[in-house]
C-alpha cells in the first residue's frame, strides 16, 4: 500500500564535478526551499558522450529529495545554478516510504 505523501515524493539527481560545487549548490537549494534534503555521494566515474567526443570524468553525485509541486522551481533553478552548460537532472517519482519522512518532506518544501 502507498503512503499517501509518495504521490507528492520525488527523488531527483544531478551531477557536478567537485566536492565544493556540490556542497555550494546543495546549501543554495535548500536555502530556497527546492528540496528538503540533499546526499553528496562522492567516488561517481561517469563516462558519456559530449560534443562528439567519448568523456570520462569523476564526480559528485547529489540525491536531491524534493516534492512534485516544487519539481517545476527546481528544473528551472538547477540550471542557473549549475556551472555545466547542459546539467543532469532527472526525476522519478517515489512509489512509497516512511510517512513521516515523507510528510516532512512535503512540509521542508512548503516554507519559504
Request: charged content about 20%; hydrophobic content about 40%.
Amino acid at each position: 500500500m502507498n503512503s499517501p505523501c509518495a504521490d507528492a515524493s520525488l527523488l531527483a539527481f544531478t551531477t557536478i564535478d567537485s566536492e565544493d560545487a556540490a556542497r555550494h549548490l546543495a546549501r543554495q537549494l535548500l536555502q530556497e526551499r527546492l528540496v528538503a534534503c540533499v546526499n553528496v555521494v562522492p567516488g561517481v566515474r561517469s563516462l558519456y558522450w559530449w560534443q562528439g567526443q567519448l568523456q570520462e570524468s569523476a564526480e559528485w553525485l547529489l540525491l536531491l529529495k524534493t516534492t512534485g509541486q516544487r519539481w517545476p522551481q527546481l528544473k528551472a533553478r538547477l540550471p542557473e545554478l549549475h556551472p555545466y552548460e547542459v546539467p543532469e537532472l532527472i526525476a522519478t517519482g517515489i512509489a512509497d516510504g516512511l510517512e513521516p519522512y515523507l510528510r516532512w518532506m512535503v512540509r521542508e518544501t512548503e516554507q519559504e
